[in-house]
């Protein structure tokens, strides 16, 4: 019989001529389901429908992706790809991952970088980009994507300035919002040079006791130098100077 193996399609037959000789005393449960939906006929896969054209390299050769699924493309891929390479951090922004369905330029009008009810965000600029090649005459793709992003750009600088201001209005009453984003990054700044400061001060006094034991020759272990030594004074001084202060106020900028 070969590769193929025609067995499983001759069950009920041979159930039949068991039951026909009565060596089978009553019918299995699947024999008249079996009987009335018979298994295909079909051994052999048919060619799916190609979506896009696929030249032949070789009309000897068998393909080998022949029933491989085809890859889907849309027009926004490109788009997205493009705007979320330029600007990585507008993946970081939260958002709500069911307000899409796939059918966003359908659904709402983009006539303008913001439709009624949607929230601004890189799929804003994506979908009025295209809306703007299809509908505005001799619009490049490259001039769609400026003209999107600047749009994107001022209600963004829009976003920024109510928050500002609600921000400011509520300070006027009393509200307290606790320390900023910035002044958590510089306390911990300050922290890890303290740190490293310390451990500088140390391998600084290491090092003048390996200096002092080798003009010496006394072992680097019953020598002690302490830290209020005039030197090592002077050499930490000296370190505190190389390195820039720590401790300033960042000026400019979103603090918010």
């Not at 009025?128 to 600088?157: C, G, I, T």
């Not at 509520?170 to 700044?189: C, D, H, N, R």
């Amino acid at each position: 019989m070969g590769r193929y193996d025609f067995r499983p399609r001759r069950v009920h037959q041979a159930t039949t001529q068991l039951l026909a000789t009565e060596r089978l005393i009553a019918a299995p449960p699947w024999y008249n389901v079996v009987g009335s939906i018979p298994p295909t006929q079909t051994l052999i896969r048919t060619q799916p429908v190609r979506h896009q054209e696929q030249l032949r390299r070789s009309k000897t050769r068998k393909p080998s992706k022949l029933f491989q699924p085809q890859k889907i493309f849309y027009k926004e891929d490109s788009l997205r790809r493009e705007f979320f390479s330029d600007h990585p951090w507008e993946l970081a922004r939260p958002r709500i991952v069911l307000e899409n369905d796939g059918m966003d330029g359908q659904m709402s009008d983009w006539s303008s970088i913001r439709p009624p009810g949607r929230q601004l965000n890189g799929e804003s600029v994506v979908q009025r980009q295209l809306w703007l090649m299809h509908n505005v005459p001799n619009m490049s793709k490259a001039k769609a994507y400026d003209q999107a992003r600047r749009e994107f750009y001022e209600e963004r600088l829009q976003e920024d300035v109510e928050r500002r201001v609600a921000k400011e209005e509520a300070l006027a009453t009393g509200a307290y919002f606790g320390k900023s984003m910035l002044q958590i990054g510089m306390e911990l700044e300050d922290k890890a040079y303290e740190k490293w400061k310390e451990w500088a001060t140390k391998e600084i006094i290491l090092a003048e006791q390996k200096q002092a034991g080798a003009y010496t020759g006394v072992n680097n272990e019953s020598m002690e130098i302490s830290a209020d030594d005039p030197e090592i004074t002077a050499a930490t001084e000296e370190l505190d100077t190389a390195v820039p202060a720590q401790r300033q106020r960042a000026l400019g900028g979103h603090a918010g």
